[in-house]
């Protein structure tokens, strides 16, 4: 059974060691007290890159049989390059899959590095804790931002938080400043910046009590959301989509069903599913792992 090691990058890193498409063991977490939330953010990118090879070399334990290191992190990601992270601003441009590598190999632990982005991690650990993994599934992450994750992996952008769902002028909310993008309405961050004297709690809270303003917000949030999948199911076809995140709280299934299937009517797009489940870091942590032994790069 092959043996490789998942990484998440994202407020502080988590790694864990997958064996036969499940994690053994415990799930190692930098830095260790989980209130710090910006450990990482002020770090070069290259001590990210050696703090990244402090945890395959703590977790692998000395172990020879590590096939591959797969990490997920927030951002566009292509060939081992960051091509964009708002998250982590210092990664942008970053050969981190090649950088990785390199400073593994000096330290003498030769084995395969594959870069993802987080929500196509998240993506393979849900297929594979659901039982999926001969399927297709996508993923939405409702969070600060919009995350589109896909299983199997296939090379791409995939920024599917950016789907166009409106062509009004004045839906300028998305942090990436594009116009009219599914997260510029659903996203945390563009509620907040929408609403200025409503938190999105309230917006939604609001609505449930009659409030008109954020009545018809809630119907345009669950039509943006139903249109951004409606896309997807045109051009991959239908299928399982799992929804995941911070604000599934706020979601009516009742409601997205009903405008998904207004928006989808040719008969055989229409067995498509969607289904909450709780957001689990260990899932995209064990994600990584997997994609990771699936799609194995060339050592550096």
Same mark, same amino acid.
């Given at each position: 059974?092959?043996? &490789?090691?998942?990484?998440?990058?994202? /407020? *502080?890193?988590?790694?864990?060691?997958?064996?036969?498409?499940?994690?053994?063991?415990?799930?190692? @977490?930098? %830095?260790?007290? $989980?209130?710090?939330?910006?450990?990482? !953010?002020?770090? %070069?990118?290259?001590?990210?890159?050696?703090?990244?090879?402090?945890?395959?070399?703590?977790?692998?334990?000395?172990?020879?049989?590590?096939?591959? !290191? *797969?990490? =997920?992190?927030?951002?566009? +990601?292509?060939?081992?390059?960051?091509?964009?992270? $708002?998250?982590?601003?210092?990664?942008?441009?970053?050969? +981190?899959?090649? &950088?990785?590598?390199?400073?593994?190999?000096?330290?003498?632990?030769?084995?395969?590095?594959?870069?993802?982005?987080?929500?196509?991690?998240?993506?393979?650990?849900?297929?594979?804790? @659901? =039982?999926?993994?001969?399927?297709?599934?996508?993923?939405?992450?409702? =969070?600060?931002?919009?995350?589109?994750?896909?299983? %199997?992996?296939?090379?791409?952008?995939?920024?599917?938080?950016?789907?166009?769902? &409106?062509?009004?002028?004045?839906?300028?909310?998305? *942090?990436?400043?594009?116009?009219?993008?599914?997260?510029?309405?659903?996203?945390?961050?563009?509620?907040?910046?929408?609403?200025?004297?409503? /938190?999105?709690?309230? !917006?939604?809270?609001?609505?449930?009590?009659?409030?008109?303003?954020?009545?018809?917000?809630?119907?345009?949030? @669950?039509?943006?959301?139903?249109? #951004?999948?409606?896309?997807?199911? @045109?051009?991959?076809?239908?299928?399982?989509?799992?929804?995941?995140?911070?604000?599934?709280?706020?979601?009516?299934?009742?409601?997205?069903?009903?405008?998904?299937?207004?928006?989808?009517?040719?008969?055989?797009?229409?067995?498509?599913?969607?289904?909450?489940?709780?957001?689990?870091? &260990?899932? #995209?942590?064990?994600?990584? *792992?997997?994609?990771?032994?699936?799609?194995?790069? $060339?050592?550096?």
């Amino acid at each position: 059974m092959a043996k &490789t090691i998942g990484i998440m990058l994202g /407020e *502080g890193i988590e790694a864990g060691v997958v064996v036969d498409n499940k994690l053994t063991g415990e799930i190692s @977490h930098f %830095p260790e007290d $989980p209130s710090e939330t910006d450990a990482l !953010v002020e770090k %070069p990118h290259e001590d990210l890159v050696e703090l990244l090879c402090d945890r395959v070399i703590d977790i692998a334990a000395g172990a020879t049989d590590v096939t591959a !290191v *797969g990490v =997920g992190l927030p951002g566009l +990601v292509r060939n081992g390059v960051v091509e964009e992270a $708002p998250n982590l601003p210092q990664l942008k441009g970053a050969k +981190v899959q090649q &950088t990785l590598c390199a400073a593994l190999h000096k330290r003498g632990f030769e084995t395969n590095v594959k870069l993802v982005n987080d929500a196509d991690a998240m993506a393979a650990g849900l297929a594979a804790q @659901h =039982g999926k993994l001969d399927h297709m599934i996508r993923v939405w992450t409702l =969070g600060l931002g919009i995350g589109y994750g896909r299983y %199997p992996f296939l090379e791409g952008v995939w920024e599917g938080g950016h789907t166009v769902v &409106t062509l009004d002028d004045k839906e300028r909310y998305c *942090g990436c400043g594009g116009r009219g993008h599914l997260e510029g309405i659903m996203g945390h961050r563009a509620m907040r910046m929408r609403f200025l004297d409503l /938190e999105p709690e309230e !917006v939604f809270e609001a609505a449930a009590k009659g409030d008109e303003r954020c009545v018809e917000f809630k119907k345009l949030w @669950h039509k943006a959301l139903a249109a #951004a999948t409606a896309s997807s199911i @045109h051009v991959s076809g239908a299928g399982k989509f799992y929804l995941t995140g911070m604000n599934t709280r706020f979601l009516d299934l009742p409601m997205l069903d009903n405008y998904l299937h207004q928006m989808v009517t040719m008969s055989p797009l229409q067995g498509f599913s969607m289904e909450i489940v709780k957001h689990s870091s &260990t899932a #995209a942590v064990l994600g990584a *792992g997997i994609i990771a032994g699936m799609e194995t790069t $060339p050592r550096q």
